[in-house]
């Protein structure tokens, strides 16, 4: 009982997080060939097309490191990346062209 209601959970959350991420419209964008992962040839050659104003580095998004980043992978980046343009925001150090 326990192991199943383990598993259900697990598949919620995962499907939570990949409907997170297909929101965030240049993930779509970027995954170009529609299979659900973004390479690194797709990152590298339509990144400068989409709107993010801090572009996460690939290297970084691809934590399982197999040149490929999928929906769980892209919504760790969105969320990385809107904490580090909240905090730059509030920021009084010239680390940040947005800085008070």
Do not use: H
């Amino acid at each position: 009982m326990t192991k199943g209601l383990a598993a259900i959970a697990s598949v919620l959350l995962l499907t939570g997080a990949g409907a997170y991420a297909a929101d965030w419209p240049a993930f779509n964008a970027l995954d170009t060939d529609g299979n659900g992962q973004i390479d690194r040839i797709e990152y590298q050659k339509n990144v400068g097309k989409t709107k993010i104003e801090y572009a996460p580095n690939f290297a970084a998004m691809d934590e399982d490191s197999n040149n490929g980043v999928d929906e769980q992978e892209w919504a760790a980046a969105e969320k990385l990346t809107k904490s580090y343009t909240a905090r730059c925001r509030e920021a009084s150090a010239s680390w940040c062209k947005d800085a008070k």
